[in-house]
């Protein structure tokens, strides 16, 4: 009788143990996955800010006017629609917006510095290094979403982030920017 308690007891122990080791593995793998998530709303967040200044600089010299063109007025609506996008919770949406967004506002750049250096020639040479360091940030912070992604995809795929992806609700694969 006295063999069967202590083997009673070393398999509770054992058990014991691998739960709490099962549980340490989880809370890593939850953790893993949620800094590289958090590093991605992160890069995404500043290319928001990014966008943001552009356009408020792009559009200060060549704004989009419903009045003249039925065509600015859709290109108006679709830039506000994906720029209210850039702020949605789903990170898949916020990439899709991202790419949007900069498809109509990268042709104005060219026109909104020429415009700039036509009226204000001694403020030009600033307002083109503004827009120029905010195209790095935006590449910058392109450079770093898409690090953070190949890593959570990459963790994704194997054990106990698999686990986690579906216990803890994340995301199984995001998508990168290009």
């Known amino acids: 009788m006295e063999r069967l308690g202590r083997r009673a007891h070393y398999l509770r122990l054992a058990a014991t143990v691998l739960l709490i080791l099962a549980a340490a593995g989880l809370f890593v793998s939850w953790q893993s996955l949620r800094s590289k998530h958090l590093a991605a709303e992160k890069s995404l967040t500043q290319i928001w800010l990014a966008l943001d200044f552009q356009k408020t600089m792009i559009f200060r010299q060549v704004p989009l006017d419903p009045d003249n063109r039925p065509q600015d007025a859709a290109t108006r609506r ?4 994906a720029f209210g996008e850039l702020r ?5 949406t916020r990439v899709q917006a991202i790419q949007v967004v900069q498809g109509i506002l990268s042709p104005r750049i060219p026109r909104a510095n020429a415009r700039m250096n036509a009226e204000f020639p001694v403020l030009a040479a600033k307002y083109a290094r503004d827009l120029t360091d905010s195209m790095r940030d935006i590449k910058n912070s392109k450079t770093s979403y898409n690090s953070a992604v190949s890593d959570y995809n990459r963790e994704g795929k194997s054990f106990p982030w698999n686990i986690a992806h579906h216990l803890f609700g994340f995301p199984e694969r995001l998508v990168p920017l290009k």
Do not use: R
């Open 88 to 92: 949605a919770d789903n990170l898949a």
């Open 78 to 81: 679709k830039f506000d629609d």
